[in-house]
């Protein structure tokens, strides 16, 4: 195509530089644009499940991981603990976990897969606080001269035992939450999967 009048062809490659200038930077506009409506790296792992191991962790001792933005506790239990969980169960508002929803494998009195690991999220079910640990029993725990063992919450007075479940007569309405999780391995668990407790 050849132009015959000067100022013709110069308007038109005026017209097709601008218009192409102009689509760059539409382009380069949007791109950052459609890229902030992608989730986030953060936002990708908040939901993701997390490969946790608990081969260091020795009895008696708790470690807590975060799992969707919340706090999740495994507690290695001792036997000394473990036994003390049968002997408190008129003390508790739902000892056998029925009133709210578990996983199949949390109904049972360690409330949990294998007896000598919990693993629980760490919120209160009464306002969302986050309980403390107070592993100590009896009166050295500073609660009370019976006490087995397990979580008070500074806010409200909620008190739980050693496998997550609520005390009567507190504020808090259910045992704490068992979150999905199995064992890959003797030493790893995966919190966020549910493999009906493979």
Known sequence: MSCDDKVDCGRRRLLVATSVAGGVA???AVVPFVSSLAPSERAKSAGAPVEVD???????????????????????????MLDNLSKHDDK?????SERHQQPDYAKNEYRSIKPEYLVAIGICTHLG????????????????????GGFLCPCHGS??????????????????EIPPHYYLSDAKILIGEDKKGA
């Open 26 to 28: 539409g382009v380069a």
């Open 129 to 148: 606080c986050s309980p403390t640990e107070k592993f100590k029993t009896g009166a050295e725990s500073g609660i009370d001269a019976d006490w087995p």
């Open 159 to 176: 008190t739980f035992d050693l496998a997550g479940r609520v005390f009567k007569n507190k504020p808090a309405p259910d045992n704490l």
């Open 92 to 96: 508790l508002a739902d000892p056998k």
């Open 54 to 80: 608990i081969s260091k962790l020795q009895p008696g001792e708790m470690m807590t991981v975060e799992w969707r933005g919340k706090p999740v506790w495994i507690i290695h239990r001792t036997k000394e």
